[in-house]
């Protein structure tokens, strides 16, 4: 009787080793364990086993199971990792990958979105206005003399009707303030024109980001904390910010904004990055005329107007040598930022 | 403007202050420093040497080899080139660490294996105007050892932007006085012969214009000497870039760049009787100096004589026939000051400029005109020699500009934060040349005419100051978020779906060409005079403002074939523009967002499937854009497309789509079908809207049922979908179309005909439907399809 268990162990170790496949090894645990596998039968033979060597014949029987039980499990773990190893064969996990197409924003729409970002977790809101806009918004209100250059035919573009293409983003602060009293916090970022050729460093039509604040008691002290603020977060805490004195109709004091920057490979120098200035008294005045009333009374409230360059700041910021690299969309360079 | 640093010296000391200082200042006085030219030798390190020796070079027939003696006690062996040079003479030697202009440092060399230990220098080589091919030969006499530099007159040229505000500083004597504010130090004095005037009387002088020239100052001067200036003249002009003519007009533009009043000379044989400042009769002609003609307006102004002829453009430019020339012994010398806007007006309608006008039309100094005219007089007389009449003759008056300002002490401490005292403000206006009337109150210089308000004494005051003595505030106040804010954060998520789904963003020029006009792709098609056009377009290429963004999307895509791109996947959002009405309208400006796709769906590589872009791409785009929801085209015909059709978000129309027809595809060389679609922003972004609240979701399953279904092959999608709509079954939640068969060679499938298999989808809210259910609701749909549509189920 314990002969016949070895041996029937033997054979099913045997079976289970020679098993190729999950139903082969599935046959060997049927004809062992199944209900009349050999060991099974081997097994319902107790009742003929004398007393005395039931507990010796139990156990033989116990440890028959265990090992054929684990060499199941060990031969069927194998299997697993046999099938999922062959169902993988043949494939290269180095061949280039199966691309999706990649797009991307636009720099100037990016460095865009990054100023309009800083400025509005400054509270500014954002404000528009038309693009071809009249000589009274364009020119007039912001204090531009009938008879300055920039309304020339040959530095601006006008239509027969009279009006023009803005050659800057400011006339939307005239148009904001005559529809909103102060307080006011506004951006504007649009395009502008000038009659300018086209090269390496002009564009005819190019983008602007202005900002207007007007309240009362605004101060040079604001105008310089808010634009230093500004270009440290767009530039790096650490930027150096000047302001140099300058001329604009529209504001007065006026000044000129330059940020020390190290350009790879170049020693570390000023580069101007905007205008800007305390609103001139006579932008309020010309503004209390045509709303009819105090709201701006120049004896009342003061502000601050600055305005920058999109194009040139996407310039500083990536390097970009040639402006018009902007405007032609070659997907060489626009997937640059994707 | 040019100045130069050393004509600038003859007003101020600047001796101990760099170039970079000066630059500083300059900047931070609001004086743009655009050039820094260094003229001469800057370094010491060129010295005189005598050649001792010069012998064959053994290597180089070009070449010899020369000992010289530079003043060190051993001669120093020299390789050289030249050959204009004899052994004895003087000449420049750049020693090893000399600096020389064209930004090399010499340095110890072996030139052809023999030892050269500095260069001797040509004029060039070292700062100085070329001279003749060779070695610069210095005199005889010159001390051997002793820097070259100290031989020459060296000179900085600054090349400055003067502010439009700020005609005062377009002059030596003008920016020195700025210089000398700021470095705190005096202004030496300006030495102006006294000369007795007169009023003009009668035939010598008239001015009909007063408005126009409320001054103007004549002097005649006789027997004169027209020929060159002196030296020292010369040396002043050219060292501002000017080129000396002769001693007459050189004086004259020494004038001009010295104290900043234009003056003008003109020979007074070619007058006849007086001189008249009188309006241009309309149509009048006047040919200028420079040769060209124009035809005036009763605007311009004219110096002319008693016959009427014209004699020069009143401060814009003298005419070709009545100036100084080499045979001119009697001058009348003008001195005046012109209304600025009727001298920029002029210089405008003329296209004439000079550096007479461009200060004229900013405005000079009205209390300076007599003095230039004196000391104009003075120098005259000492270059050219001759006589001057014992009294200028003075027609009208200078203009008062300025007036006494206010400076207030509260809006003052407001406006700078407080950082600087009502003193410390009232120091900076008296060195800028203010007097002070009363405790707030300042006369402004006549040089000052900028300074009117109180804000421009306040400028003053912050520039000179400067602002890093500001200090820095910053506070925020809550501001609620825009109309412009809310479209600007949609448009933002837009494009950066369009991103996500491999979309490039473009940006295109606003202004396009009458030959991109065909591919405009407008939500309204146009109607004649619809375009705006701008009056003096740069280019044809800029001509018209764009109707729609496709023509600058299919522009960029032509540019990129061109570049080998092969998948082209474009868009771009921005403003169009049109008249509302014909032209007769109010123009409008409205944003649209514009798409285009072309080419491989995807890059190529090993796995792809190589699938060229069709229109279902760019159809799926739309919709992942709008999140998933659908959209139908609606064809309608547009000239220059093909496939073109509305597109609808339920029942609003949101854009246009369409294909570039294949002929204007094989014009352009794009080689793939071109899909393109604009949409109304302002519609798309109100899609974007977040829901209101969810929906729950079902509660019991639901089944599927498939259904082919044959009809003829023109039949569009659109008509079985409308039928499914139209036939309400409440419990079909929906209907997709899987697959579709056509087979063109008729075997399989009449060609005629298409099979199209659609997906059906049921459920109740409610319940579980049992099959029976299920199938009733099936039946029902397909009735209604067989019936309205007569297809015909496989």
């Known amino acids: 009787m314990n002969e016949s268990i070895g041996s029937i162990q033997t054979a099913a170790l045997a079976q289970i080793a020679a098993a190729t496949d999950v139903r082969t090894l599935d046959d060997a645990r049927v004809a062992v364990l199944g209900k009349k596998g050999t060991l099974s039968l081997a097994a319902a033979g107790i009742k003929e086993v004398p ?272 402006i018009r690299l902007l405007i032609e969309n070659d997907v060489r360079f626009l997937k640059q930022f994707a | 403007m040019n100045i130069s640093l050393n004509w600038l010296s003859t007003h101020l000391d600047l001796s101990g202050k760099s170039i970079p200082e000066l630059d500083d200042l300059l900047t931070f006085a609001g004086v743009e420093v655009e050039g820094i030219v260094t003229k001469g030798i800057s370094t010491d390190k060129i010295v005189v040497a005598k050649i001792i020796e010069a012998v064959q070079h053994p290597n180089a027939d070009r070449l010899k080899v020369t000992q010289v003696d530079a003043g060190e006690g051993t001669l120093r062996q020299i390789v050289c080139g030249a050959q204009n040079y004899q052994v004895g003479d003087k000449v420049p030697c750049a020693l090893p660490g000399a600096a020389l202009p064209g930004g090399f440092t010499i340095g110890e060399a072996v030139m052809r294996k023999v030892e050269s230990r500095g260069m001797l220098c040509a004029s060039s080589e070292i700062g100085l105007p070329p001279g003749e091919d060779g070695l610069l030969i210095l005199p005889a006499d010159a001390e051997i050892g002793k820097p070259v530099r100290e031989m020459f007159e060296s000179d900085v040229l600054l090349e400055l932007e003067v502010t439009p505000n700020r005609p005062d500083l377009l002059s030596h004597r003008g920016m020195a006085r700025e210089l000398a504010t700021l470095l705190k130090t005096p202004l030496r004095p300006l030495e102006i012969p006294a000369r007795a005037t007169a009023p003009a009387a009668g035939g010598d002088v008239r001015v009909d214009a007063p408005a126009a020239c409320p001054l103007y100052t004549v002097v005649r001067i006789s027997g004169v000497t027209v020929k060159d200036s002196p030296p020292w003249l010369q040396q002043r002009l050219e060292a501002i870039g000017l080129r000396p003519i002769n001693n007459i007009v050189d004086v004259s533009n020494f004038i001009l760049h010295e104290l900043g009043q234009p003056l003008h000379a003109f020979d007074a044989a070619k007058l006849a009787g007086g001189i008249v400042v009188r309006h241009a009769a309309d149509g009048e002609t006047f040919t200028a100096l420079d040769e060209s003609t124009h035809i005036l307006t009763t605007d311009d102004l004219l110096i002319a004589d008693e016959n009427g002829a014209a004699l020069a453009l009143g401060g814009v430019m003298g005419g070709l026939d009545s100036g100084v020339t080499a045979s001119t012994t009697d001058i009348l010398l003008e001195s005046a000051w012109f209304t600025p806007p009727g001298i920029r007006r002029t210089s ?305 129309n949101i854009g246009v789509f369409a294909r570039l027809a294949p002929s204007r595809e094989r014009e352009l060389d794009l080689g793939h079908p071109v899909y393109v679609a604009e949409l109304d922003l302002a519609k798309l972004r109100k899609l974007l809207g977040s829901i209101d609240h969810v929906t729950d979701l079902p509660q019991f399953p639901g089944s599927t049922r498939d259904a082919a279904m044959e009809l003829p092959v023109g039949t569009p999608n659109a008509d079985i979908e409308a039928v499914i709509r139209k036939c309400a079954e409440p419990l079909l939640v929906s209907a997709e179309c899987f697959d579709l068969f056509t087979d063109p060679t008729g075997v399989k499938l009449s060609a005629d005909r298409k099979s199209v298999a659609y997906r059906f989808y049921y459920r109740a809210s409610d319940r579980t439907l049992t099959t029976e259910q299920v199938d009733a609701a099936h039946r029902k749909v397909l009735d209604t399809l067989v019936a309205k549509l007569g297809v015909k189920f496989r």
Not at chain 1, 72 to 100: C, S
Not at chain 1, 211 to 233: C, H, I, N, Q
Request: glycine share 8%; hydrophobic share 40%.
């Open chain 2, 348 to 652: 405008r309608r003329t296209a004439l400029s000079s550096d007479s006008s461009y200060r004229f039309e900013r405005g000079v100094d009205p209390e300076g005109v007599l003095a230039a005219s004196h000391l104009a007089v003075k120098l005259i007389l000492a270059t050219a020699g001759g006589s001057a009449e014992e009294t200028t003759l003075v027609a009208g008056q200078a203009p008062v500009l300025t007036r006494p300002v206010t400076l207030d002490q509260a809006k003052l401490d407001q406006l700078m934060g407080g950082s600087i005292s009502l003193t410390d403000a009232g120091a900076i206006l008296t060195r800028l040349g203010l007097t002070k009337l009363a405790v707030a109150t300042w006369q402004v210089p006549s040089f000052r005419a900028d300074l009117q308000r109180h804000i421009d004494l306040v400028e003053e005051v912050a520039r000179v100051h400067g602002l890093d003595q500001v200090p820095s505030r910053f506070q925020a106040t809550f501001v609620p978020a825009s109309p412009v804010d809310a479209a600007y954060d949609a448009d933002m998520v837009l494009r950066r779906r369009l991103a996500a789904l491999g979309l490039h963003e473009c940006q295109t020029i606003k202004l396009i060409a009458d030959g991109q006009l065909g591919d405009a792709l407008p939500l309204r098609p146009l109607q004649d005079g619809d375009l705006i056009r701008v009056k003096l377009p740069l280019s044809e290429d800029h001509a018209v403002m764009r109707p729609s963004i496709v023509p600058g999307l299919v522009a960029s895509a032509v540019r990129n074939v061109h570049q080998q791109a092969k998948s082209l996947r474009f868009f771009e959002m921005g403003r169009v523009f049109r008249n509302a009405g014909g032209g007769k309208a109010r123009d409008q400006e409205s944003e649209t967002l514009a798409l285009l796709l072309s080419g491989p769906t995807g890059p190529a590589g090993w796995a792809a499937t190589g699938r060229t872009t069709d229109l279902y791409d760019l159809k799926g785009v739309l919709i992942s854009l709008l999140g998933g929801r659908e959209i139908q085209l609606s064809p309608r015909e547009r000239d220059g497309f093909v496939l073109a059709a509305d597109i609808k978000s339920g029942e609003q």
């Open chain 1, 51 to 322: 007393p005395q060597e039931k507990a010796a014949f139990g156990q033989l029987l116990n440890a028959a199971r265990t090992a054929i039980t684990a060499a199941l499990a060990e031969k069927q773990a194998a299997l697993r990792e046999q099938a999922d190893r062959a169902a993988l064969a043949g494939i290269d996990l180095t061949l280039p990958a199966r691309r999706v197409p990649v797009g991307s924003l636009h720099p100037l729409t990016l460095i865009r979105d990054q100023a309009i970002g800083i400025l509005r977790r400054m509270g500014f809101a954002l404000a528009d206005g038309p693009e071809i806009e009249d000589e009274f918004h364009c020119f007039d209100a912001l204090n531009t003399p009938a008879d300055h250059p920039a309304r020339n035919e040959k530095d601006t573009f006008y239509f027969d009707s009279g009006k023009l293409l803005r050659t800057h983003t400011s006339s939307v602060q005239i148009r904001t303030m005559e529809s909103q009293p102060p307080p006011l916090r506004i951006i504007a970022p649009g395009s502008a024109y000038r009659r300018d050729e086209i090269d390496a460093t002009h564009l005819s039509a190019f983008n602007q980001l202005e900002g207007l604040y007007v309240d009362r008691e605004v101060s040079l002290p604001d105008l310089k904390g808010t634009l230093e603020y500004f270009f440290r977060e767009m530039f790096g805490t650490s930027t150096e910010v000047r302001f140099r004195p300058h001329f604009f109709p529209f504001t007065e004091p006026s000044f000129e904004i330059d940020v020390k920057l190290q350009i790879k490979g170049q020693t570390p120098r000023w580069i101007e990055v905007a205008g800007c200035g305390m609103v001139d008294p006579a932008v309020f005045e010309s503004l209390s005329q045509s709303r009819k009333d105090q709201a701006y009374d120049p004896e009342q409230v003061t502000g601050f107007a600055f305005g920058m360059g999109l194009d040139r700041l996407a310039m500083i910021r990536w390097g970009i040598k040639d």
